[in-house]
């Protein structure tokens, strides 16, 4: 693949559009939340909340994320790009400044982030930027898989959720059901043992082969391992309710974080900011058991929580981004393109 195929595929990966929307999505929200909420009960909320709780969850739940993701990342690259390019350039150091660096991307939009990572997971490891792209796709493969097992749980645990917003659940649970089962059929074939000249084609492109390198038993661990991931931050939601005098439920939550975590990868708004705090409000009212008005107690809640940890995440890519965005600024050289990679 050219250099500057390469380049554009990964910093202009967001049309004026596309950057455009989401800071519209999130002024638009922002400003229906704040007109339809008591602003001074959100912020007796806010005031009467644990401020060393709070500070406390935000960064062990802040660092935890960010070394649980990354680990996750560095199993998944030595699975389905190995023997691919250079393995030292996607150790667990290399991969938790990535990861860092991401969240200034995450910020604007999921997916920018993503290609941003793929892009210097692309550099480091000298692979393809294509090869690079669909290895990280096939986390989001496995995260889906996970959301699932985790929301089938909850449902066990807590059927009284599907009662709370019926159709949004369940054309969700309708939607990973059917991309699980599409998903898991073309996993089968291409994994197969089959011997087929198209399908050993198809197993060689770059796109397929992240996907094709990874066997039946890895995808479990993957699995185990992202729904152990979303388990922190149901943990982190858990205990921030709780600052805030909030009475959660696990079993519920089982159910409702994998939801809302689906809701804020759309890119409808600046990390999710908006939509999902629409989605809470209902949600998350039974938590709120002590008499106040549970809107302005999950406005407080949820603002907290998702600025908290986009502060806290800058903190982290500080040190990081100098070096980072360097590095995406340089052009890679020829000869250090991998050319198994450009089939």
Not at 122 to 139: G, P
Not at 202 to 211: D, F, K, M, T
Request: include cysteine; charge should be positive; hydrophobic fraction near 50%.
């Amino acid at each position: 693949m050219p250099t500057e195929s390469k380049d554009r595929g990964a910093k202009g990966s967001m049309s004026p559009l596309r950057r455009l929307v989401p800071i519209v999505g999130t002024i638009g929200l922002l400003g229906y939340l704040a007109s339809s909420t008591d602003l001074q009960a959100v912020a007796d909320a806010v005031r009467h909340a644990s401020v060393s709780g709070v500070i406390t969850v935000l960064v062990i739940a802040t660092i935890a994320t960010w070394v649980g993701d990354s680990a996750c990342l560095a199993w998944l690259i030595s699975r389905n790009l190995a023997g691919r390019g250079n393995p030292q350039g996607t150790s667990m150091r290399q991969l938790l400044a990535i990861k860092a660096g991401s969240y200034v991307l995450n910020i604007i939009n999921y997916n920018a982030a993503t290609l941003g990572m793929a892009y210097l997971v692309a550099k480091r490891r000298k692979v393809s930027f294509i090869e690079a792209t669909a290895a990280l796709s096939v986390l989001s493969y496995i995260d889906l898989l996970a959301l699932a097992l985790l929301v089938t749980t909850g449902l066990q645990v807590a059927p009284e959720v599907l009662g709370v917003l019926p159709g949004l659940v369940d054309r969700l649970i309708g939607l990973v059901t059917i991309v699980f089962t599409l998903g898991v059929g073309i996993l089968l074939v291409i994994q197969s043992p089959l011997k087929w000249g198209p399908l050993d084609r198809l197993r060689a492109w770059s796109l397929i082969r992240p996907l094709a390198a990874m066997n039946p038993l890895d995808m479990g661990v993957g699995v185990a391992m992202r729904a152990s991931f979303v388990m922190l931050y149901v943990a982190a939601n858990y205990a921030m309710m709780l600052c805030f005098g909030m009475t959660p439920a696990l079993g519920p939550m089982l159910v409702i974080v994998p939801v809302l975590t689906v809701v804020g990868v759309v890119p409808l708004s600046i990390s999710g900011i908006g939509t999902t705090q629409l989605l809470m409000r209902t949600l998350y009212a039974p938590f709120v058991s002590d008499g106040r008005d549970p809107t302005p107690v999950i406005d407080a809640w949820s603002t907290v929580l998702i600025f908290g940890f986009i502060l806290v995440r800058l903190v982290v890519a500080i040190p990081y981004l100098r070096t980072l965005m360097s590095e995406l600024n340089q052009r890679e050289s020829p000869h250090q393109q991998d050319p198994q990679s450009q089939k």
